[in-house]
Every structure is written in C-alpha cells, then in structure tokens.
C-alpha cells in the first residue's frame, strides 16, 4: 500500500516561490507517473502537472505553463514541485498523486496524497 506525504506548502506574497516535496513509501515509486493537483474552496479538483515513470516527460496545464516546475528524485522517492512567480489564484490545497501508469496523460490516479496548503497574499 502506498503512502504519499506532501509538505513545503505556505504564505507567499504575490511573485513569490514556493517547492512542494511529495515523499513516498511502499509499493514501487519507480515504476509509475507521479502527479500534482489543486483544490480551492469550493471548486473541483483539478490538475496541475504529471511526470513520466523516468521523468524524461512531463506536462503542465496552460495555467502554469512557464512558472511551475515538476521533477522526481527516484533513489529518494520523491516528487518535487517548484513554483514560481505565484498569483493570488494559484492559492490551494496541492495533493500529490501516483499514476495506475507509467505516463503522464491521461493521468489516472490510484493513490492521494492529503495535501499541503498554498496561500498566496496580493
């Protein structure tokens, strides 16, 4: 059973950075796409960026395209999220996920995590 664990989440002025670390155990982190998604208040929860099972491939929804960045550290188990220059409404609960797959779309999630909190000030 896999267990994911987010942390790095904040208060940002607007402009800001913030790294999300997504840390996992069990299973076989290696062999599927890892995944970000955030939910505001309110609304669905929508997807934010996946990385393949190498990390050769990854894609990023138009909303953060040239300001978020995903990478993964396979020896540690990790995902990352860099974000940058931050707006007001990128604020949000980021889940980390992991694929059924070993791609990045479609992004099939088998596993959440439960969230850290991004708050970014105007």
């Not at 995944?35 to 393949?52: C, K």
């Not at 990790?78 to 992004?107: H, W």
Request: glycine share 12%.
């Amino acid at each position: 059973q896999a267990q994911l664990v987010e942390s790095g989440g904040g208060l940002v002025q607007a402009g800001g950075s913030l790294r999300l670390s997504c840390a996992t155990s069990g299973g076989t982190f290696s062999s599927h796409g890892m995944g970000w998604f955030r939910q505001a208040p309110g609304l669905e929860r929508e997807f934010v960026a996946a990385i393949s099972r190498s990390g050769n491939i990854t894609y990023y929804e138009d909303f953060v395209k040239g300001r978020f960045s995903i990478s993964r550290d396979n020896a540690k188990n990790t995902v990352y999220l860099q974000m940058n220059s931050l707006k007001p409404e990128d604020s949000a609960v980021y889940y980390c996920a992991i694929s059924r797959a070993v791609g990045t779309i479609p992004f099939d999630v088998n596993y959440w995590g439960q969230g850290t909190q991004v708050t970014v000030s105007s």
